[in-house]
């Protein structure tokens, strides 16, 4: 190797060593990225999944080779450029540009096209090395209108390629991001009323038929004796 590529290994020592099985980064990051298959991907996160016009949200590319050694990788990614824009990662540049802090991969391509909504990036080495789960750009966006986007690596015009050429790429993913206004009601959920399963003491003489019923007969008896208490009584004082 020369003198160049051994003082960019070096630096690389993260990108290259330890070699730890993929972690899918959409834990900790956003709940809503799609899930990938396995092996050597290329898969987005997001820091947010809803935003309100002119908000910004931070897109993760993240890379994993799964052991293997690279020589160059590339991808095109596709969104919505109605609801969304790139913010532009260098005014030093012309066009727009996502960010990109992988040095051992020396970038070739990295544009975005705002009126089709596509990225493209390509990122080249003299040599090879490993990509363990690597955060290797951002791109941040900032939404436009209400709306859905998805933001979406096409797999079928993407690479990973080993240091002999051939692609080792086996899965992408996507991230969609809404935009809405705020002021969406949330209607509360379950609607159904709740019934308790036990019974409530009632809290009054007539909140029971059978209590009233009760009152009214005893009433009726207290009644009536009075009655023959009274009729026995005149019945003696006759006598």
């Given at each position: 190797?020369e003198l160049?590529?051994?003082?960019?290994?070096?630096?690389a020592?993260?990108?290259?060593s330890?070699?730890?099985p993929f972690v899918?980064?959409s834990g900790?990051?956003?709940?809503?990225?799609?899930?990938v298959?396995?092996?050597?991907?290329?898969?987005l996160s997001s820091?947010?999944?809803?935003?309100?016009?002119?908000?910004?949200?931070q897109?993760?590319i993240?890379?994993?080779?799964d052991?293997e050694?690279?020589?160059s990788?590339?991808?095109?990614?596709?969104?919505?450029?109605?609801?969304?824009?790139?913010?532009?990662?260098?005014?030093?540049?012309?066009?727009t540009?996502l960010?990109y802090?992988?040095?051992?991969?020396?970038q070739?391509?990295?544009?975005?096209?705002s009126t089709?909504?596509?990225?493209?990036?390509?990122?080249?080495?003299?040599?090879?090395a490993?990509i363990?789960?690597r955060v290797i750009g951002?791109?941040?966006?900032?939404a436009l209108?209400?709306?859905?986007?998805e933001?979406?690596?096409l797999?079928?015009q993407?690479?990973?390629?080993?240091?002999?050429g051939?692609?080792?790429l086996?899965?992408?993913?996507?991230?969609?991001?809404?935009?809405t206004?705020?002021?969406?009601?949330?209607?509360?959920?379950?609607t159904?009323?709740?019934?308790?399963?036990?019974?409530?003491?009632d809290?009054?003489?007539?909140?029971?038929?059978?209590?009233?019923?009760?009152?009214?007969?005893g009433?009726?008896?207290?009644?009536?004796?009075?009655?023959l208490?009274r009729k026995?009584?005149?019945?003696d004082?006759?006598r």
């Open positions: 190797m160049i590529q051994i003082a960019k290994a070096l630096g020592d993260d990108i290259t330890p070699t730890i899918k980064p900790g990051v956003t709940p809503y990225p799609t899930d298959v396995g092996g050597p991907a290329m898969t820091d947010k999944v809803s935003l309100k016009k002119g908000e910004k949200a897109i993760q993240t890379i994993n080779s052991g050694e690279v020589s990788f590339n991808f095109k990614i596709q969104f919505d450029a109605s609801v969304f824009k790139v913010v532009d990662a260098d005014a030093n540049q012309s066009g540009q960010s802090n992988l040095a051992f991969f020396e070739k391509q990295n544009s975005v096209d089709t909504g596509l990225i493209e990036f390509r990122a080249e080495s003299q040599g090879s490993t363990t789960s951002v791109i941040e966006v900032e209108k209400d709306g859905v986007s933001f979406k690596v797999k079928e993407s690479q990973l390629l080993d240091k002999n051939s692609d080792i086996n899965s992408v993913n996507s991230v969609s991001l809404t935009v206004d705020g002021n969406q009601i949330t209607t509360p959920s379950p159904s009323f709740f019934k308790p399963s036990f019974r409530t003491p809290t009054a003489l007539f909140d029971n038929n059978g209590s009233l019923s009760a009152i009214l007969l009433l009726t008896f207290i009644i009536t004796g009075y009655y208490y026995r009584k005149e019945y004082t006759q």
